[in-house]
């Protein structure tokens, strides 16, 4: 889809009730979601995080969303797909500016260019016991991307039709943090495997996006 068009018709998911759990289940792992349902899975004074889904116009003028493929850490989240953003710093005023602060130091965004549309629900990631706020944004005058080498190994540029299309569902085997050789829900886009916390984002994501094209 041309981003022109897209950028006339995403702002109508501002009036749009979220989904949230409803949409986040559908892509989250049976075993976290029976943890989840029994309780076993308690907030413990969540340090807080904010990302961005970017959606922006290729060379071609058509819409994509903006992935990142974190480096290789000693951590849980090493290698994985993720959306730019990250956690909250004491200089931040709002969440939100988290999310644009660090979108900006990790892929080089011009925040001014930046048009937040809206926030979505909160996700919660127990392994690293952090509370993600994502938001989502059009970014309308992309400059050459810049990469945060220490963080970022690489861009994942998607085409929207990828993002809204369910044959790119699917599931894998993985080991994770806290399971090994679990059947996980993922997303297969662009060759890379979204999961986790970032499917299920991606997920109320493209369902809100889907009532208004």
Known sequence: MD???FADQIPKIKNLPLPGRQAHYKLAPEVRIR????GKILKKNPRKA??????YPDAA????LLFIMRKSYNGIHSRQVAFPGGKQEKGDSSILDTALRETR???GVITKHVEVIREVSEVYIPPSNFEVQPFVGLYHRP???VLQEEEVDHLIEVPLAQVLDDEYLTSQILSTSYARNIEVPAFRLEGYTVWGATAMMLN???GLIKKVL
């Open 3 to 5: 981003f022109k068009s």
């Open 35 to 38: 943890e989840l349902e029994e």
């Open 50 to 55: 904010g990302v961005m889904a970017l959606f």
């Open 61 to 64: 003028s058509q819409t994509r």
């Open 105 to 107: 130091e990790e892929v």
């Open 143 to 145: 400059a050459p991307f």
């Open 204 to 206: 109320e994501i493209r």
